[in-house]
């Protein structure tokens, strides 16, 4: 079992930039997954950004605008959203797969609002 705390959410202005933080109750250190997902209304859930074994991989909307990054020390990961327009408005959820074979754990969501 792995719970997931998010945060750094909220309202802010198109071109701003917002960080998020997803907090493991465990050690994600040999986790074989994890990543960021987002919904928007009345959409599906869908890939932000993820990081698999050092791989680090992209949606094409958030490529140049997002970095997805990892704090083994403090079991912290991290999406740091830059240049955000109102098309990124969603509620942003992180996942970790800490196995080959296994559920993948995700957590509550945090919402983040673009908006003037």
């Known amino acids: 079992q792995v719970q997931l705390v998010e945060s750094g959410g909220g309202l802010v202005q198109p071109g701003g930039s917002l960080r998020l933080s997803c907090a493991a109750s465990?050690?994600?250190?040999?986790?074989?997954?994890m990543g960021w997902y987002h919904q928007a209304p009345g959409k599906q859930r869908e890939l932000v950004a993820t990081?698999?074994?050092?791989?680090?991989n992209y949606a094409d909307s958030v490529k140049g605008r997002f970095t997805i990054s990892r704090d083994n020390t403090k079991n912290t990961m991290y999406l740091q959203m830059n240049s955000l327009t109102p098309e990124d408005t969603a509620v942003y959820y992180c996942?970790?797969?800490?196995?080959?074979?296994?559920?993948?754990?995700w957590g509550q969501g945090t919402q983040v609002t673009v908006s003037s």
């Open positions: 990081i698999t074994g050092g791989r680090v």
């Open positions: 996942c970790v797969k800490p196995a080959l074979i296994g559920p993948n754990y």
């Open positions: 465990r050690s994600f250190f040999s986790f074989v997954n």
